[in-house]
């Protein structure tokens, strides 16, 4: 069994991908709902609304799926950043799974990546939204 820092079975230190992914898109969540209270446009409203109701759900398949392989997520970190525009932001997003997804010690099980699938597959779709629609 492959060992992750994130795991209570995990014995190495140093940066984990699995955890920053999971809490970057935890806090996407509450930003999504920010955001979307924020704005004065009813499109990018109803845009976030649908994206910050949909990605907690993602991320709580990836997590339980992921621990059900790997063991427990325990180190969870407090840091947290408020988000200042919606493209910029779901930018952000986007390019941040991208990135986690790939480096070495994230996960490659094809359940797991179908998960992280549905999860840009969500940020495109909003990005979209928010850039197109009014």
Known sequence: MKKYTASIEAQHTGADPVMAFVMCLLHSVTNGHILHLSTTSYSVHKALEIFYTEVGDHVDD?????????????????????????????????????????????????????????????????????????
């Open 62 to 134: 990836f997590v339980e799926a992921f621990q059900g392989k790997y063991g427990l997520l325990t180190k969870y970190k407090a840091d947290y950043t408020l988000p200042e525009a919606p493209i910029e932001y779901l930018t952000y997003l986007k390019d941040e799974v991208a990135t986690l997804r790939k480096t070495q010690g994230f996960p490659q099980d094809s359940e797991l990546q179908n998960i992280t699938d549905e999860i840009a597959q969500l940020i495109d779709s909003t990005l979209y939204k928010l850039r197109f629609l009014e």
